[in-house]
């Protein structure tokens, strides 16, 4: 879709060169959102893919994203990590998880798909899995970062402030290292995920934790960490905390089923990592 209000597109170069940022401004990376709606509002679009960020980094203690790196980019990681970061497999199977065609793939952005905050965000259910920590940049030249099972707060927001921009995201080692499970439920087989449920079992050198993360089900991710494997009847409980209002509510299912059916997936995933 044409963006016919936008007036002038700006491909900044280095970080001082963003702002300021204005409400009629739009941050501009895959845009494969941002180009499928009117958004009659943008006058200005800012192009960051100008200013060079390399999009996957590998060091010793885990992989870092940067907010412009594509999901196809992401799905081929999945091949090319190291044999003992046994969960990488989910970074495929997250992508997966998106409904996108191969082009949405070569051109979408991890970022963006973050900054969405939707329920349904495959990202946002890969990096809450995972222990990701996300940065950002703000307009008076300091830096934060912060889980990114903290970022998103609801459907459709976030704590991003007028002018912040999401830079990267690091996974740490520790979770990569970790066995995965991962389940997702959609009322069609290509279609937008109503439910996706991950485990994570730590390697016993990383003290064999489990972790529990449930998107798409819900308005926002919720993660459930224990430091042991934990029982059948400590994980229901752990479920049964997810406020009421907390389960979404959309064509693609009802709060009900999505509360109970989760469950279910939490409970083959904790025998699957037992």
């Known amino acids: 879709m044409d963006l016919n209000s936008v007036e002038i597109v700006n491909t900044p170069s280095h970080r001082d060169e963003l702002w300021p940022l204005e409400p009629t401004d739009a941050i501009l990376a895959g845009g494969t959102w941002l180009f499928s709606e009117p958004n009659s509002h943008i006058r200005r679009l800012v192009d960051i893919t100008g200013l060079g960020w390399q999009p996957i980094a590998f060091g010793d203690n ?5 907010a412009t790196c594509t999901l196809a980019e992401i799905s081929t990681l999945s091949g ?3 044999a003992e970061w046994t969960a990488g ?25 973050v900054c969405l905050s939707f329920p349904a965000g495959a990202m946002i259910s890969l990096l809450s899995a995972l222990d990701a920590r996300l940065t950002v940049w703000c307009a008076d030249g300091n830096d934060y970062t912060l889980p ?3 970022f998103v707060t609801g459907q459709a927001a976030n704590v991003l ?5 999401l830079r990267s995201f690091h996974l740490p080692a520790a979770a990569l290292r970790a066995r995965t499970a991962f389940r997702k439920l959609a009322p069609s087989a290509l279609g937008r995920s109503g439910i996706v449920v991950i485990g994570r079992r730590g390697a016993e050198s990383d003290g064999g934790g489990f972790v529990l993360s449930i998107t798409a089900a819900t308005v926002r991710p919720f993660v459930f960490e224990f430091p042991t494997l934990p029982g059948t009847d400590e994980l229901r409980a752990a479920h049964a905390g997810i406020p009421d209002g907390a389960w979404t509510r959309d064509a693609h299912g ?3 089923w ?3 059916v989760s469950l279910v997936l939490a409970e083959q995933i904790l025998a699957e990592l037992a």
């Not at 885990?62 to 940067?66: C, E, R, Y």
């Open 80 to 82: 090319r990590l190291p």
């Open 161 to 165: 402030a007028p002018g912040d921009l």
């Open 254 to 256: 009802d709060p009900d």
């Open 148 to 150: 990114v099972a903290e």
């Open 258 to 260: 999505r509360a109970a």
């Open 62 to 66: 885990g992989i870092d994203l940067a």
């Open 89 to 113: 497999a989910l970074l495929y199977q997250c992508c997966t998880a998106m409904l996108a065609s191969a082009k949405i793939w070569r051109t979408a952005t991890i970022g963006g798909n």
